[in-house]
Structures are given as C-alpha cells and as structure tokens.
C-alpha cells in the first residue's frame, strides 16, 4: 500500500466570508483561528462565551495537492479520515463525494476516479454543531445531563463538548485527526487479530487477518483471509522483546511462542512487548503491511458469588489485582492542542503515583493510538467505556447503523492493546433511566436495553469475543437490576460531596469496585494565573472563579466542608491550599478504607485525573500540569505496600462537644496492605506524641504480609488521651526504610492545638531538606512559578528532618507551609 499524507497547503475560513486563513492539520476550528489571532483566548475570563459564538458558523477547509504516478497506478485510492469533527460535507476536485456525521468513527473515500496528478482540491465543510442539536432538539427533545446543551444527544460528537459539571461550553470542530490517500495494489489489510491461549510454558497465538479485495477498482468490505485465498496470503514476523525475530510465512493458523514473557499491570511485574509485522503477499510481492505491539497476558473479570454479594475484580495472568487509578477525561477542550508529549507525562504521572489502572469516561472521545500505546508501556489496565453518557438515544435504524460502524472501528484500533481491561457500555446511564431521569417515554427504556445488552455484545462477538464486557457503569451486571448496588459489581459513590456527607461516611460501605467517588479542590493561585491576572477576581465567589466552577453552588460546598475540617482561612491563596487538602484528606480516607477491604473490596478508581481546562474540579492534576495535593497523597495511598490507621475520634463519631455526656472512642486500629506478588515482612511502629512531637508512649512489632492481602494489627485505645495536643505517628519500615507513614489525631482538625513547627528548609543538590520544630501537618514545598515536582509533598512530619527529592523545577523562591498556617 501506498500512503500520501494530505496535512499541507491547508487554508480554512468561516463558509459565506473572505477570511482565508493558513490551517493546520491534524487541527481544529478553534486552534487555527488562535494561532492566526483572529479570536481571544477561550478560556481567559468569560471569553469562552465569545467561542462559543464562534461556533454558529460553518467553516471550509480546503488544500491543494499533487498526486504521484506510483500513488495513481494502484487499483485503488481511498481518501481516510481518522478524526472528523463533526458534521462535513467532503469535496474532491469540486466533486461531493459524502457526508460525515461521527467523530468517534474512521471514513473512507474512494477517489481514484476522481484524480489527476496536480492540482487536486480537497473540500470539506463542517456545519455549526450548535444549529444541527438545535434544529434535532425541535424534532425530538430527547434528553440528557443538565450540564451539557440541549440536543447534545443527537449528534455523536463528544458530549462534554457543549458542558459538564467540570468542562466548558467549547463545541470546537475541525480535522483532529490525520488525513491521508491509501493506494492499494490488488488488496489490503483491514485488520489483525491475534487471539491469544494461555498454556504452561507457552502461548499459542491465532491470527485473525481480514483483507479488502480491490474489484473494478473499488476495495471491496473485509474478508477473512484463510491459507492462499484470492492469491494473496500472509506472513507474520515477530520480534521478541529481546530483539530476536522468527518468520511464519504461508499464513500461518497458529504461532506459538515458548517461555512466554507476560505482561503484568504496574507494581506486579514487567511490561515486556513484542512487536508484530504482518505483511500481505500477493505471490512474492508484499502488498501492504500492518505493525503492531502486544503484550502476551490473560486479562478479565473474576466475577464470582461469595459471602458479601459477588466480587468484581481485575484478573490478570490468573491473579486478582486491586485496581487503582482515577477516571480520565480528555486532555484539552480545544483536541488541536492535544499531542502525544503531553499524553506520555500525564500517564507518566500516572504511574510515579503507583496507578495501575485509568478509567476512559464514556463521555467524551476514545482517545489516540498512543494513549493505548503508552499505557502499555507502563502497565495502565484501560478500563474503557464506550462514548455514551449521561443521556436516553433514539435506536433508530440510522442511529444503530452508524452506532455499530462507531464500535467496529474502535473496538479493532484498541483491542490489541494489552492494557485493555475491559469494554463497558456507558457511563451511569443504567443507573439515571431506572431511576427515570430524561426517560420521557416507553421506547427510551427499550432502546437502552437494545443498545447495551443486544448491539454491542453483538458487534463484541464479531470483533473481540475475549475481552470482558460490563453494560455500564456502575452496574451490578446490567437489566436495571440495582445497578449501584454495593455489594456487588461496580458503584459510583457520591454521597461525600454531592451529599454533603462527613469524610467517614466512606466506612459505612465495602464497595466491590468503587469507579467513581470523589471531592473538588481549587487549582494553585499560578494556574488561577492563567485565566484571570485580576486581583478583583481573587476571590472564590466572584463572577470570574465561578464561571471557571461548572458545579452548581460547589465553591459553597467546599467552604462547607472547610468549616467542618479547618479555621478559616485569611487569604485567597490560603483558601486554594486548604481546598486541595480537604480534596487530599477526603479521597485518602475513602481509599485507604477500601484497601483496608483488600478481597471484598477490589477497586478504587476515583474521579478524576485530568482537567480539559483550568478549573475548580475534582482533578488530582490540574490542566497546567500540575500536581495537585490530592497526587501526592494518591502516591502514598496508593503505595504497593502501605499501612493506614482505622482509628474511632470525633470524625467517626458525631462531635457534640456541648452535649452534656460527650463521650466518644479513641482508638487506632493499623492495617498493612501488601499489594505485591511476594510476602512482605515489615515493621510496624506507632508513638503518641504532643504538638511538639515528642514521644509519651510507642510500640513496634513484626508483621508478616502474605502477598496480595492486607493484615489488621490489634486495635489499641486511648481513653485518657489529650485529644487538643496528643496525636499517633506511625509508620512500616523494611531493611531500615521507611516505606509508608501517616499521623491521625482525635479532635476535629481545626481544634487541634498546633505548634508553630517553624518551617525551614536548605537545597543540597537534588534534595530540599525540610526542617520542623514540632508537628506538622499537609507541608507544602513550593517555589515561586508552582512548578516543582517533588518526591514527595503535602505529608505529615514530626520534628527533625526530611529530605525531598526535586523532579523537576527550580527552587528558586520557596515558601513552606502546613495546616498551622490556614488562620
């Protein structure tokens, strides 16, 4: 095959004006139009209502090409579009050649007919998103999320496009993914498939190749190709991770590989690949070829009745792993900014934080070939929706037919991927249509059932029987049979924030697999920068920072919840910090219960990692970059060997101090969690100390972890116990290091009698070294630009030292501070 990339000469302008303008693609509306400064940036201020004006147009894309002589030999020439967005008319050499209406779909053309070898047009004109779901709206007022734009449903174009309760109203368009010309001698690849079987001391691998055949220069639909049919036959070269190749030619019904080398998620082993060539041969020639990595696993869901329900966890190589990681969502509202640099550091992070697993959200897009890739490479399972969410679907003929083109396409471009863990049919949507949400008739019941529990087990048959499915999310296995039901399948658990629940609420339940909980923060006063440099703005209820809040009345919330935790803060900076502990502190409570639940409980997926611009969100990373609070503490919490305190003192108990018989528990109850293939011995340790971190009291004992379990130590009380300056330190150790630590107090948080720790600190090398002079709690290392990266960040520490390691970023400016200083 021959591929001519068509990403030059673009010029595009608003249909019906003389505004050319240069383009870039792979690109976007809005992208060109800020590269050219011919709009404002859309999310300084309130701009993105100005953006969102822009998108009441049409706009015209066109370039101008040549064509080789090798490419217009071939039988064939199809014209590939792998990312449209949305609804285009397409163009050649002035000739309509068809319509697109799907931007989660790959579209093919066949041009060879119309082509010459200079001077070829290519035309396409994308159509105002927001008049198509207006007019669609009018014709059938089919609902969904309260936080998107009406008629979002009707066009399958990513939904948080036009709003969430995180994301913007920035419908953007444009070609957002490559365009290219194929010239196809005789035939092509369509795809290949290697389904894998798993035996002792091999693997024996089954490829699945489809071709398309060209007749009367058209390629023909997908074939499977078996031995030397229609004269072509393949051969497959695989390349070990060592670099040793073997050769199987004369299409090969099975390939077997001894001594396989597994692929295992992050913290349980390697992630070793093997690189597969696949060539088409039409007698000696090769024709076309396809080169693809895998990695040799078995991946699925151990779903079994047990004593508390039924379980619902990663299996991987025969182990049941603890799934732990955040929801993603994409990377950028404005997708021409998106690129794979920023993907790899994000997932990167990712993995410097012990994840093993993200979530891709079903309402927004199914991400690039190298999100999958880079997963890969670092052991991230892909728990993947499809991209429905939060909404009721007419299953019209036309609806289902494009619906299962959507699915064919995205299913064969992922589903090699070693790190896909399962397909899951959409997000909380079995969950809001038992409970009746924007169901306004019989038939959208129907057709939810026909779309998750028919169509795409169907098209799952046809194109990856072997990866798991789950009808949605959260589900206890789909027919509205209790979807969020605790005990069994996966839960979305919202009742810690949306409500308003105390942190502790997390214990009442032992979720099977927790996919979505979670707990706004602010972004850092720099990020906070990139918006609005007002000083007027500086202040979490003005029109500015609550146009950058999609939550309604959030920003009140978290000043809820801030009473609750700690005094009031003085300062608008202050107020930022002390919303992203209480975001830290609120998730680490939930996880660490969870993990506590190592067995009945087997995820904690919690929402969510990314923001699409900068925001006040749920984020543990915020849209700069940045780490926030909440990363830091995941890094810990997260830890493959961790030990957390379940300890009883005025959060667990309701606090009524001016109650005449106010007594409640105080106690600690330490667990280890091993979340390792390997038995861990370790050393438990735990002081009582006062404000100034001087030990009262202190035991240490030996504890041996069987791999992949948690152990409970015996709970200790303190019944006399100063609960004002008096707070428990603990800490594991191995061979001398400590590997996991925290501290827990007794009172409320803001009644605690902190001392002034005195914060200092000195840079020697690559380490800042901190210094405290009493306890100190959440310290945060910052230089002036927020930019650092540490090794660790926002802990606890009694007095003495700490050295941190500097990732990345000058420290240059530093500040210290802890909870002693929100005053």
């Known amino acids: 095959m021959i591929k001519q990339n068509l990403h030059e000469n673009w010029e595009m302008h608003t249909a019906g004006w003389d505004d050319w303008q240069p383009a870039q693609v792979p690109g976007t509306v809005y992208t060109d139009l800020l590269r050219n400064g011919n709009m404002e940036d859309p999310f300084w201020k309130d701009n993105e209502n100005k953006a969102l004006a822009l998108m009441e147009n049409d706009y015209e894309y066109e370039t101008i090409f040549a064509c080789g002589t090798d490419l217009l030999s071939c039988d064939s020439v199809l014209l590939r579009f792998e990312g449209l967005d949305t609804i285009a008319d397409i163009y050649v050499n002035h000739e309509y050649?068809?319509?697109?209406?799907?931007?989660?779909?790959?579209?093919?053309?066949?041009?060879?007919?119309?082509?010459?070898?200079?001077?070829?047009?290519?035309?396409?004109?994308?159509?105002?998103?927001?008049?198509?779901?207006?007019?669609?709206?009018?014709?059938?007022?089919?609902?969904?999320?309260?936080?998107?734009?009406?008629?979002?449903?009707?066009?399958?174009?990513?939904?948080?496009?036009?709003?969430?309760?995180?994301?913007?109203?920035?419908?953007?368009?444009?070609?957002?993914?490559?365009?290219?010309?194929?010239?196809?001698?005789?035939?092509?690849?369509?795809?290949?498939?290697?389904?894998?079987?798993?035996?002792?001391?091999?693997?024996?691998?089954?490829?699945?190749?489809?071709?398309?055949?060209?007749?009367?220069?058209?390629?023909?639909?997908?074939?499977?190709?078996?031995?030397?049919?229609?004269?072509?036959?393949?051969?497959?070269?695989?390349?070990?991770?060592?670099?040793?190749?073997?050769?199987?030619?004369?299409?090969?019904?099975?390939?077997?590989?001894?001594?396989?080398?597994?692929?295992?998620?992050?913290?349980?082993?390697?992630?070793?690949?093997?690189?597969?060539?696949?060539?088409?041969?039409?007698g000696d020639t090769a024709v076309d070829e396809k080169i693809q990595r895998i990695g040799l696993r078995t991946m699925t869901m151990h779903v079994e009745k047990d004593a508390y329900g039924e379980s619902f966890a990663h299996e991987v190589n025969g182990v049941q792993v603890f799934a732990m990681g955040a929801d993603y969502i994409p990377e950028d509202h404005l997708l021409g900014r998106t690129t794979s640099?920023?993907?790899?550091?994000?997932?990167?992070?990712?993995?410097?934080?012990?994840?093993?697993?993200?979530?891709?959200?079903?309402?927004?897009?199914?991400?690039?070939?190298?999100?999958?890739?880079?997963?890969?490479?670092?052991?991230?399972?892909?728990?993947?929706?499809?991209?429905?969410?939060?909404?009721?679907?007419?299953?019209?003929?036309?609806?289902?037919?494009?619906?299962?083109?959507?699915?064919?396409?995205?299913?064969?471009?992922?589903?090699?991927?070693?790190?896909?863990?399962?397909?899951?049919?959409?997000?909380?949507?079995?969950?809001?249509?038992?409970?009746?949400?924007?169901?306004?008739?019989?038939?959208?019941?129907?057709?939810?059932?026909?779309?998750?529990?028919?169509?795409?087990?169907?098209?799952?048959?046809?194109?990856?029987?072997?990866?798991?499915?789950?009808?949605?999310?959260p589900s206890s296995g789909g027919s509205f049979d209790e979807p969020n039901d605790p005990n069994r399948g996966d839960v979305h658990y919202w009742d810690v924030w949306h409500g308003n629940k105390p942190f502790s609420d997390y214990r009442n339940y032992f979720f099977r697999y927790a996919s979505e909980f979670g707990f706004q923060s602010f972004p850092c006063l720099s990020t906070v920068k990139t918006f609005t440099d007002d000083p007027d703005d500086f202040n979490i209820f003005s029109y500015v920072m609550e146009k950058h809040q999609r939550n309604a009345g959030a920003n009140g919330k978290i000043m809820n919840y801030m009473q609750q935790t700690f005094r009031y803060p003085s300062s608008f900076e202050t107020v930022l910090y002390a919303s992203q502990l209480l975001q830290a502190e609120a998730i680490r409570y939930g996880v660490e219960h969870f993990r506590r639940n190592r067995g009945r409980c087997m995820g904690a997926i919690y929402w969510q990692l990314n923001d699409c611009w900068p925001v006040a969100s749920w984020s543990s990373i915020d849209y700069t970059g940045r780490w926030k609070a909440l990363h830091y503490y995941a890094k810990r919490f997260f830890a493959p060997i961790m030990v957390s305190c379940q300890e009883e003192g005025w959060l667990t108990q309701k606090p009524d101090m001016n109650r005449e018989h106010f007594e409640f528990e105080k106690s600690i109850r330490l667990n280890v969690t091993n979340e390792t293939r390997k038995e861990q011995q370790v050393l438990v340790r735990w002081a009582v100390r006062n404000q100034k971190a001087e030990i009262f009291s202190s035991h240490e004992e030996l504890v041996c972890v069987p791999a992949m379990s948690s152990v409970w130590l015996d709970k200790v009380e303190f019944p006399h116990i100063q609960i004002f300056d008096r707070y428990v330190s603990y800490e594991i150790l191995q061979n001398g290091e400590i590997l996991s630590e925290g501290t827990v107090i007794f009172s409320l948080p803001k009644y605690f009698a902190y001392a002034d720790p005195g914060l200092s600190c000195r840079v020697e090398g690559d380490e800042i070294v901190v210094r405290a002079q009493a306890y100190a709690k959440s310290v945060e290392i910052q230089n002036k630009a927020e930019d650092l990266l540490l090794s660790d960040n926002y802990f606890d520490m009694n007095a003495g030292e700490k050295r941190v390691r500097i990732l990345s970023g000058e420290p240059k400016g530093l500040r210290l501070r802890s909870v002693y200083d929100i005053r």
């Open 341 to 473: 640099a920023k993907t790899r550091k994000l997932l990167k992070d990712c993995r410097a934080a012990n994840f093993n697993a993200v979530r891709v959200w079903g309402g927004g897009y199914y991400p690039e070939d190298w999100f999958y890739d880079i997963c890969d490479e670092l052991g991230l399972m892909v728990w993947q929706d499809f991209m429905f969410a939060c909404a009721v679907y007419d299953l019209t003929p036309a609806f289902e037919e494009n619906m299962r083109k959507e699915l064919a396409d995205n299913i064969k471009r992922i589903r090699r991927h070693p790190s896909l863990g399962l397909w899951c049919g959409n997000n909380e949507m079995e969950m809001f249509v038992k409970e009746g949400n924007w169901v306004s008739k019989h038939s959208e019941v129907r057709d939810y059932l026909l779309m998750y529990e028919r169509v795409i087990p169907e098209v799952l048959r046809e194109y990856d029987p072997v990866t798991f499915y789950w009808p949605a999310s």
């Open 97 to 282: 050649i068809g319509r697109t209406d799907n931007m989660h779909r790959t579209w093919e053309f066949s041009v060879r007919h119309l082509l010459h070898e200079k001077g070829n047009s290519l035309r396409i004109l994308f159509h105002s998103p927001l008049a198509y779901i207006r007019e669609k709206f009018a014709e059938a007022p089919t609902r969904g999320s309260e936080d998107a734009m009406d008629g979002f449903v009707h066009i399958r174009k990513a939904h948080c496009m036009f709003g969430w309760d995180w994301g913007a109203h920035l419908p953007d368009a444009g070609i957002f993914r490559p365009v290219s010309l194929l010239g196809i001698q005789k035939a092509c690849l369509d795809s290949v498939y290697l389904r894998q079987e798993h035996r002792a001391g091999y693997v024996r691998l089954k490829p699945q190749v489809h071709v398309r055949i060209v007749k009367d220069r058209v390629a023909g639909d997908p074939v499977e190709l078996h031995g030397q049919d229609s004269c072509c036959s393949y051969r497959i070269t695989i390349e070990d991770p060592d670099k040793s190749k073997r050769v199987f030619d004369g299409s090969p019904e099975e390939i077997v590989i001894e001594d396989p080398r597994l692929w295992w998620p992050n913290g349980l082993g390697e992630q070793p690949l093997y690189t597969v060539k696949t060539e088409l041969m039409c």
